[in-house]
C-alpha cells in the first residue's frame, strides 16, 4: 500500500527580489513633505461640510445665491440655526455674502467648494443606487 505524502502547511519561500518602497526613496526634505498649514485648513473645512444640515444648506447655494429666507423655505427649518450654520461656514470661508439692502445674499466661496460638494454628494450616492 503506498503513502501519501502530506501537503506542507508552510508557504513555499521564492527567492524574487522585494518590490514596493525598498526600492524608492523615500521623501527625507521639508519641501516634500505636506505642509502642515495647509493640511489644517483643509481639515477645516472638511469639518464644516462633515454635517448633513450643513451640506443641505451647501447644496442649495451650489446652485445659485440664495438670502437666509430662501434657505429657511427650502429647507423649512429655523432661522436662528441656519444662521449659525452660515456663520460657520462663512468662518471657513466656505460661503460669502453680499449685501442688498435689508438682505443678506449667501453664495459658494468658489468652484473650488462647488465641486467638493457635488463629488461628496455623488460619492454618498453612488451605494444608494446599486442593486446587490
Not at 501519501?4 to 508552510?10: H, L, T, V, Y
Request: proline share 5%; net charge positive.
Amino acid at each position: 500500500m503506498a503513502v501519501k505524502k502530506r501537503a506542507s502547511s508552510k508557504p513555499k519561500e521564492t527567492s524574487k527580489a522585494p518590490v514596493g518602497c525598498e526600492q524608492e526613496p523615500h521623501a527625507s526634505t521639508p519641501e516634500e513633505l505636506l505642509d502642515w498649514k495647509l493640511c489644517a485648513r483643509a481639515a477645516g473645512i472638511f469639518r464644516a461640510l462633515g454635517d448633513p444640515s450643513r451640506l443641505q444648506l451647501l447644496a442649495l447655494l451650489a446652485r445659485r445665491e440664495m438670502c437666509v429666507t430662501e434657505l429657511k423655505e427650502h429647507l423649512n427649518d429655523n432661522l436662528p440655526a441656519i444662521s449659525q450654520r452660515l456663520k460657520l461656514l462663512r468662518a471657513e470661508r466656505i460661503v460669502q455674502s453680499r449685501r442688498q439692502g435689508k438682505h443678506i445674499h449667501y453664495s459658494l466661496a468658489d468652484e473650488h467648494i462647488k465641486h467638493l460638494i457635488s463629488n461628496g454628494l455623488a460619492h454618498g450616492g453612488e451605494d444608494l443606487h446599486k442593486t446587490h
